[in-house]
């Protein structure tokens, strides 16, 4: 792997198109996704989405390398093995690349100094909200702080609060999920926070044709996950990487709550033994809940432990029946094995190829758009 990011070729037009219309389609992207990209420092404002065990050094230098902006994904990393691996990385590519760290991580203060001593140039912050602190360490290293906001309040409290960048990610995502659907969240948020910082759209974003809507609608770039974990630079196991290519997006469901005095987290999964194993599991400590045979809260640590290690399983040891095999509603475009450059190159030329759609149905001909701004 080369340590710096490789030259794009211009966009190829497909048989019939018009050289002039693709030729300010693929310009008026680099307006659109403008404010995306001088906000990361990349090509393509293309955030790799932080999927624990998968968004390691291969595939984030990779996706750095490829023009767009790759993030580690911290998980339960201690502060020595983040530092290991930001140095790692840095070793692979010399473009920029942000950290993913959760916020409920027992070590979150010191995994923060190890990006200000590394000088990482943004932190994404995930699994909750961040409090004012936490956004003070981060903006006084130099780094800028990206946030996921699941509503617009939030959204705004978290601007307040000294948040650099937002990402919305709907329900659509892998991994653990909110309740409301991409869509209606960038309806909602887009409008009102597009021009006060910068807004990545996140959650069942497969093809270049959706990362071209949502940039119309004021978003700054897309984040998306699912889609590169079948890169070759993925070190995902073989197994795994089989799971994506065989399923659609049905198979990825989220996690179910049988009981709501034993509340469980949602997770978008592909479904498997695992998860009928899990529904059973519940139902049996609901059962021995009724006949008092186990406490509430111990019969609610048994279901919190039932993942324990389970995305591990599957991602490196290839455990994808009983294993969690994580994965956005996207999972159906994950159609084939494909280098992470082909992945970016495909969404930018489908993206491209959606906004001269429209330009020819606008126009008819190549459309007088001053893009030099």
């Given at each position: 792997?080369?340590?710096?990011?490789?030259?794009?070729?211009a966009?190829?037009?497909?048989?019939?198109s018009?050289?002039?219309?693709?030729?300010?389609?693929?310009?008026?992207?680099?307006?659109?996704?403008?404010?995306?990209?001088?906000?990361?420092?990349?090509e393509?404002?293309?955030?790799?989405?932080?999927?624990?065990?998968?968004?390691?050094?291969?595939l984030?230098?990779?996706?750095?390398?490829?023009?767009?902006?790759?993030?580690?994904?911290?998980?339960?990393?201690?502060?020595?093995?983040?530092?290991?691996?930001?140095?790692?990385?840095?070793?692979?590519?010399?473009?920029?690349?942000?950290?993913?760290?959760?916020?409920?991580?027992?070590?979150?203060?010191?995994?923060?100094?190890?990006c200000?001593?590394?000088k990482?140039?943004?932190?994404?912050l995930?699994?909750?909200?961040?409090?004012a602190?936490?956004?003070?360490?981060?903006?006084?290293?130099?780094?800028?702080?990206?946030?996921?906001?699941?509503?617009?309040?939030?959204?705004?409290?978290?601007?307040?609060?000294?948040?650099?960048?937002?990402?919305?990610?709907?329900?659509?995502?892998?991994g653990?999920?909110?309740?409301?659907?991409?869509s209606?969240?960038?309806?909602?948020?887009?409008?009102?926070?597009?021009?006060?910082?910068?807004?990545?759209?996140?959650?069942?974003?497969?093809?270049?044709?959706?990362?071209?809507?949502?940039?119309?609608?004021?978003?700054?770039?897309?984040?998306?996950?699912?889609?590169f974990?079948?890169?070759?630079?993925?070190?995902?196991h073989?197994?795994?990487?089989?799971?994506?290519l065989?399923?659609?997006?049905?198979?990825?469901?989220?996690?179910?709550?049988?009981?709501?005095?034993?509340?469980?987290?949602?997770?978008?999964?592909?479904?498997?033994?695992?998860?009928?194993?899990?529904?059973?599991?519940?139902?049996?400590?609901?059962?021995?809940?009724?006949?008092s045979?186990?406490?509430?809260?111990?019969?609610?640590?048994?279901?919190?432990?039932?993942?324990?290690?389970?995305?591990?399983?599957?991602?490196?040891?290839?455990?994808?029946?009983?294993?969690?095999?994580?994965?956005?509603?996207?999972?159906?475009?994950?159609?084939?094995?494909?280098?992470?450059?082909?992945?970016?190159?495909?969404?930018?030329?489908?993206?491209?190829?959606?906004?001269?759609?429209?330009?020819r149905?606008?126009?008819?001909?190549?459309?007088?758009?001053?893009?030099?701004?």
């Amino acid at each position: 792997m080369t340590s710096g990011v490789e030259p794009r070729s211009a966009f190829k037009p497909a048989t019939g198109s018009d050289p002039r219309v693709l030729g300010n389609a693929r310009r008026l992207l680099d307006v659109l996704w403008k404010t995306g990209t001088e906000f990361l420092g990349c090509e393509l404002a293309i955030l790799g989405g932080a999927m624990t065990w998968v968004s390691e050094r291969n595939l984030v230098a990779a996706i750095s390398n490829g023009g767009g902006f790759g993030v580690i994904a911290c998980g339960a990393m201690t502060p020595l093995q983040l530092e290991a691996e930001i140095i790692a990385t840095r070793a692979l590519t010399t473009r920029p690349f942000g950290v993913n760290l959760i916020i409920m991580h027992p070590d979150l203060a010191a995994l923060i100094d190890v990006c200000t001593r590394q000088k990482v140039g943004h932190i994404v912050l995930a699994g909750g909200l961040p409090n004012a602190m936490t956004l003070t360490r981060i903006k006084e290293s130099g780094a800028k702080a990206i946030c996921f906001a699941p509503a617009l309040v939030i959204a705004k409290k978290l601007v307040r609060m000294g948040a650099d960048a937002i990402v919305i990610e709907g329900m659509e995502a892998g991994g653990h999920i909110g309740p409301v659907s991409t869509s209606v969240l960038a309806q909602e948020i887009l409008p009102a926070l597009r021009d006060e910082v910068p807004v990545f759209v996140a959650g069942g974003i497969g093809r270049g044709e959706a990362m071209a809507s949502y940039l119309e609608m004021g978003a700054a770039g897309v984040q998306l996950g699912t889609r590169f974990v079948c890169a070759h630079e993925s070190i995902a196991h073989p197994r795994f990487k089989q799971a994506f290519l065989r399923a659609d997006a049905r198979h990825a469901v989220p996690s179910v709550q049988l009981d709501p005095r034993f509340p469980v987290i949602p997770v978008r999964a592909l479904a498997n033994d695992g998860t009928h194993a899990f529904l059973e599991m519940q139902r049996g400590v609901i059962d021995r809940f009724m006949r008092s045979e186990v406490s509430r809260e111990d019969g609610q640590l048994e279901i919190e432990r039932f993942w324990a290690g389970a995305l591990r399983r599957a991602v490196i040891d290839g455990d994808v029946e009983g294993g969690s095999v994580m994965a956005g509603q996207s999972v159906g475009f994950v159609t084939r094995e494909q280098s992470t450059r082909a992945i970016l190159d495909e969404l930018v030329d489908e993206a491209v190829m959606a906004l001269s759609l429209r330009a020819r149905v606008a126009f008819g001909e190549p459309p007088p758009l001053d893009l030099a701004r």
